[in-house]
């Protein structure tokens, strides 16, 4: 069965500096988020993807995040300048349809 | 705006019995969409089940059933046969009316479902 992925799995890095999270969501589907959940806390959503262009996007998600879908497979999340309380679990999910939404197994980011 | 409520932070179900698990929700749309996901401790999101305001029948999917009331703005999730994989953190979620575009899921703060031997 198809599903989405997404790496790393966890990725640890310092206060300042850029990660990108990488996701490839299920073929064919056209729809592609991303989320977040601070530990023991609920899911956050942050943007949303269509059609080559961003749908939606949350007050979180500011001048330093972005998202890319660079080719055909891939939905990247790039955070410029990371700080301590970016520390998350980021989902990514996709969908084939506009009512559908299919969650990766989630990056652990952490911040030091 | 959307909300979503979920009132129980924990539940305890004997094995295979049935447990409902409370949802409501708050939206001026007239067209949304209701979904509830398990999260167990590997962290993974998976989606269970969904149910369209408008869809006449409650939805079901195996031992999954939504008890949709739309008066009441409930979305309860009812799990038949409780088996000892379903403990996990239970997650009720609603997107907007759809648009043709990528709309977001609001999530409520869930509820860790133990299922007791």
């Known amino acids: 069965e198809p599903e989405v992925t997404q790496t790393p799995s966890h990725q640890v890095t310092q206060m300042g500096q850029e990660v990108i999270l990488r996701c490839v969501p299920i073929s064919n589907h056209l729809y592609f988020y991303w989320y977040r959940q601070i530990l023991g806390q609920k899911v956050e959503f942050l943007v949303s993807?269509?059609?080559?262009?961003?749908?939606?996007k949350s007050e979180i998600f500011d001048d330093q995040f972005s998202v890319e879908r660079p080719d055909g497979s891939n939905f990247t999340l790039k955070i410029r300048s990371t700080k301590l309380e970016d520390s998350a679990m980021y989902f990514c999910?996709?969908?084939?349809?506009?009512?559908?939404?299919?969650f990766g197994p989630g990056t652990r980011l952490t911040v030091t | 705006a959307q909300k979503i409520t979920q009132t129980q932070p924990g539940m305890f179900v004997q094995e295979k019995e049935a447990v409902t698990l409370d949802c409501t929700y708050d939206t001026s749309d007239q067209s949304y969409g209701l979904f509830w996901y398990k999260q167990p401790s590997s962290g993974e999101m998976i989606f269970l089940i969904y149910q369209g305001s408008y869809d006449e029948q409650n939805a079901t999917e195996g031992r999954y059933s939504l008890n949709f009331q739309k008066a009441r703005k409930s979305a309860n999730l009812v799990i038949s046969a409780s088996q000892l994989g379903d403990s996990a953190m239970y997650f009720c979620?609603?997107?907007?009316?759809?648009?043709?575009?990528?709309?977001?899921?609001?999530f409520g703060s869930g509820t860790q479902l133990t299922v007791l031997p």
């Open positions: 999910a996709s969908g084939g349809t506009d009512y559908e939404q299919y």
């Open positions: 979620a609603m997107r907007a009316r759809p648009t043709g575009s990528a709309r977001q899921l609001t």
């Open positions: 993807f269509y059609n080559n262009e961003i749908s939606e």
